[in-house]
């Protein structure tokens, strides 16, 4: 996967922040690449209890237990027909979260210019979540801001209740 | 559930080495690059045990031979690593003496201290945590455990009153007593406070020492008056509820005019637990052990379906009710209707409760890990591990869980 994305690197460095770019469903998306830790494939799942329905499990990263999320349940995307599937383990400090996607494409690096302010007034669904797009090739992709679609400010906000409740 | 981790990154470690314990040099580290060794160690104890799985079936002697002295060096890793949170439990011991020194004069009770075991070590997380559950006991012991010097003198007692606080490790836990030669804890008394409060019911009659264990119930307090030493509405069952929360144990021991001594019984480490291992609706759950009872496998024909009750099961001539693990959860599975049903009888603070399961796998130690702060807060869930094929399974709070559901099924109701 590092291999690939090298490639892809050179062949679309445009001088811009680096952006991994990955397919839900039909539409493409890109989050910064400062971001992504590694991508892996879809790992054995731990369903958990009282978790939302885009909460798929949790999962072993070499010793470490993570938490991995359905971006397309989250986003209202019909799931792609394509089976390939992969977990992008984001480092959103201080959580780090896996998040599936139908497929990882490539990494972009769009210059500023290039990323046009998403246009409004289409009444569409979770636009709070996509911070601009920019064409690429025959392509719209679309930034999404991650930590607002994983609702990662509300963790990053819990202050561990555990430490507060065992004070006597 | 347990603190973050990353909390305890950011404190500053605690001051462990004193001038007065022998010379030997060391050397301090980071917290966080301590728990990240440890992480590692505890996924090669997995791999080590994958691979010792892998050629179990091999024809080679030698790559046996190997693997098998592989495990001896792979487990003195894990105990040495294990071994490294652990810490003195002497800063307590000095801050618990401070007290008693102030809060002493401040109640003008003359009190001896007599303090054993402050170079027994135990992990930092469990030392940070029992510290405010200690503190409360020993101004407990204080306040209402010790009399006033005329009382003592009257009693025949000498005008000193002695609290000892014993730390000791006994089979692989850390134990604490405190005890005190105060006035011990009344039974009758206890009794009648609780049948006043009506936290039991009139009627109900216990021996001496179940009334006594009463103080563990919320909302009790024998004082008549709220002092600012010790009672401010929290009282015993806090202490014992953080006690549990970190697996342990609280018993009392206490005899009107002789004196009362509390014992806590601690695991040494939080990072490792002792566990038993359940399949329901094809996933695999931890439940800790301190939690278990005991378990049992009744014919499906004994468990009995009550309007008003609820399933029970007749145990020993009592009946304990009895919980799906499939409903407690919430979760989709195919709970077998099979003639035999296999319970976990578990401990709660309301008592026994029966707790069916498709399949108990076995007794197990697991590496404890936390999960992420977005899953943190579920209740019921104190953790996770990884199980030996390397797939995570969770750990249950089994009193938590078995609380939420009730409270569930009465907002149903009402």
Do not use: W
Not at chain 2, 37 to 50: A, D, P, T, Y
Not at chain 2, 159 to 188: C, M, W, Y
């Amino acid at each position: 996967m590092a291999e690939m994305m090298h490639k892809n690197d050179h062949k679309t460095s445009r001088g811009g922040e680096r952006r991994l770019s990955f397919s839900l469903g039909s539409q493409r998306f890109a989050i910064p690449l400062l971001s992504v830790k590694e991508v892996i494939a879809v790992p054995g799942l731990t369903p958990v209890p009282f978790t939302p329905s885009h909460f798929l499990g949790i999962m072993n990263l070499r010793g470490q237990v993570i938490s991995v999320l359905d971006l397309r349940k989250k986003l209202d995307i019909k799931p792609g027909e394509s089976t390939e599937q992969a977990v992008i383990i984001c480092d959103l400090s201080p959580l780090t979260l896996g998040v599936l996607v139908d497929s990882v494409d490539s990494v972009l690096s769009p210059d500023a210019a290039s990323i046009l302010p998403k246009p409004e007034g289409t009444g569409a669904k979770h636009t709070e979540y996509i911070t601009g797009i920019f064409q690429e090739g025959n392509d719209l992709v679309l930034l999404l801001d991650i930590i607002s679609a994983l609702d990662a400010q509300d963790f990053m906000a819990i202050d561990s209740s555990a430490t507060k409740k065992s004070a006597a | 559930m347990l603190p973050a981790l990353s909390e305890q990154r950011a404190k500053p470690a605690a001051p462990v080495a004193s001038p007065s314990n022998k010379v030997e040099e060391s050397l301090r580290v980071s917290l966080s690059r301590l728990e990240k060794l440890i992480n590692f160690v505890g996924e090669m104890v997995i791999l080590q045990s994958v691979l010792a799985e892998q050629v179990s079936g091999s024809s080679s002697l030698q790559l046996r031979r190997t693997v098998h002295q592989l495990s001896k060096v792979t487990k003195d890793v894990q105990e040495l690593s294990m071994g490294l949170r652990m810490v003195p439990i002497k800063p307590l011991f000095q801050k618990l003496q401070r007290i008693i020194r102030d809060v002493s004069a401040q109640l003008q009770k003359n009190i001896e201290i007599d303090l054993v075991g402050e170079d027994v070590e135990v992990d930092k997380t469990v030392l940070e945590r029992i510290s405010d559950p200690l503190v409360h006991l020993v101004r407990n012991s204080l306040d209402h455990g010790i009399e006033a010097t005329d009382q003592r003198l009257t009693a025949g007692k000498s005008q000193k009153g002695t609290i000892s606080i014993r730390a000791f490790h006994l089979s692989g836990r850390l134990n604490i007593e405190v005890a005190d030669d105060g006035g011990g804890i009344d039974p009758d008394k206890i009794l009648a406070s609780a049948k006043k409060k009506g936290l039991v019911s009139a009627g109900q009659s216990f021996s001496p020492r179940d009334a006594q264990q009463l103080i563990f119930l919320s909302g009790f307090s024998t004082k008549a008056e709220v002092t600012d030493v010790s009672g401010r509405g929290v009282g015993m069952d806090v202490v014992r509820t953080n006690v549990m929360e970190l697996g342990g144990d609280i018993q009392i021991d206490s005899e009107v005019g002789k004196g009362t001594t509390f014992s806590i019984s601690l695991p040494l480490t939080l990072a490792i637990t002792d566990g038993v291992l359940v399949e329901v609706g094809n996933q695999r759950y931890v439940l800790p052990q301190t939690y278990v009872h005991e378990t049992i496998s009744v014919e499906r024909e004994q468990l009995q379906e009550k309007t008003g009750v609820g399933t029970v099961i007749m145990l020993r001539g009592e009946p304990i009710p009895v919980v799906d693990l499939g409903a407690l959860l919430r979760m989709k599975g195919n709970t077998t209707n099979s003639a035999d049903v296999t319970a976990i009888v578990a401990k709660t603070r309301e008592g026994l409760v029966a707790i069916v399961v498709d399949r108990i796998t076995g007794q197990l130690q697991v590496v404890v890990k936390q999960l992420g702060r977005e899953a943190q807060n579920l209740r019921g869930i104190a953790g996770s591990t990884i199980l030996g094929d390397g797939m995570p399974a969770l750990i249950l709070e089994v009193p938590e869980l078995v609380k939420a559901a009730a409270q569930r099924s009465t907002r149903r109701a009402a």
